[in-house]
């Protein structure tokens, strides 16, 4: 445990201390422009102190984001009471963080889907290997900046809006991880493996539920995990020109147009918690498929 947890800890403390020395750093250029306007003196001590808790720091100080953290997520309920009803509470960190992963759990489940079934035809049909993967490729070198609000407009105009066109531009970005890990997994089979199983009469369909798909679980699930996190990056990027009121998106969005660096340095903070929470939760389904499979290591 010691041997595991003290590299962990030693590289976290590194990053805090650099993380501090930055912050230091970058403040303290206000903290002497406003002492010189004033005609003050500060001390190094005085200028340390203020550096580390202005209201709208150039870089926010690990203390200052752990506590609006704190204070929009344990510190607010996500019901709040108004007029005898119980309606979501917009100051909840908690609540934002759903409205980002309800499409971004939906996008995903999309993009996987299709990732597989793509992968499936790549693999068994030539002409979609040689048609079809290009294409895939070519499409990620769209930028998703210049993208999203074209999908956006359009799905408006025909009346989809809230959910399902942020559910698209995640399944954009989740769906091309899913379609080369599972082609290669699909590949994976050896031709010794592939001969057995010809020896034995076994159909096309044999083979892949038998040999090909078992095969590419490992490859899958790997490809799902980065898959799952470019999805959540699809989500906060949608949420930016449809001028969505709630998610992460929307909070980056507010805090950088009244300058709350700390407002966007603690939504980042929970964009990567809740990537980190979901890429855990497939690691976990992971680990039992393969148990069960009797290929955990």
Not at 196 to 216: N, Q
Not at 221 to 245: D, M
Request: hydrophobic share 55%; glycine share 8%.
């Amino acid at each position: 445990m010691a041997g595991g947890v003290l590299p962990v800890l030693t590289v976290v403390a590194t990053i805090v201390a650099l993380w501090y020395a930055a912050a230091i750093g970058l403040n303290r250029a206000w903290t002497l422009d406003q002492a010189q306007r004033q005609g003050v003196e500060l001390t190094a001590g005085e200028i340390l102190a203020d550096a580390m808790s202005q209201e709208r720091p150039v870089l926010p100080a690990p203390h200052q984001v752990f506590d609006e953290l704190w204070a929009t997520t344990m510190g607010e309920p996500i019901l709040r009471e108004r007029r005898g009803e119980y309606r979501p509470n917009p100051r909840s960190l908690f609540f934002h963080a759903w409205q980002t992963l309800a499409p971004t759990l939906l996008g995903f489940a999309i993009g996987g889907l299709a990732g597989i079934l793509l992968a499936v035809g790549i693999v068994h049909n030539r002409a979609m290997d040689l048609s079809v993967m290009p294409w895939a490729i070519a499409s990620q070198t769209i930028p998703i900046l210049a993208i999203a609000p074209m999908i956006i407009v359009v799905l408006n105009s025909i009346g989809l809006e809230g959910l399902i066109p942020k559910s698209l531009i995640s399944a954009y970005l989740s769906f091309f991880p899913v379609v080369v890990g599972m082609v290669k997994g699909l590949r994976s089979p050896n031709a010794m493996d592939l001969d057995l199983l010809r020896t034995y009469s076994a159909s096309g369909a044999e083979t892949f539920w038998k040999l090909r798909l078992p095969a590419s679980v490992p490859f899958l699930f790997a490809s799902l995990k980065v898959g799952i996190a470019a999805a959540l990056v699809g989500t906060i990027v949608a949420e930016l020109p449809t001028g969505a009121r709630f998610g992460l998106g929307a909070r980056l969005l507010t805090g950088s147009y009244y300058g709350q660096t700390i407002q966007i340095w603690s939504a980042l903070f929970m964009a990567a918690i809740c990537a980190a929470a979901l890429v855990a939760t497939l690691g976990l389904i992971e680990r039992m498929t393969l148990r069960r499979m009797g290929l955990d290591r």
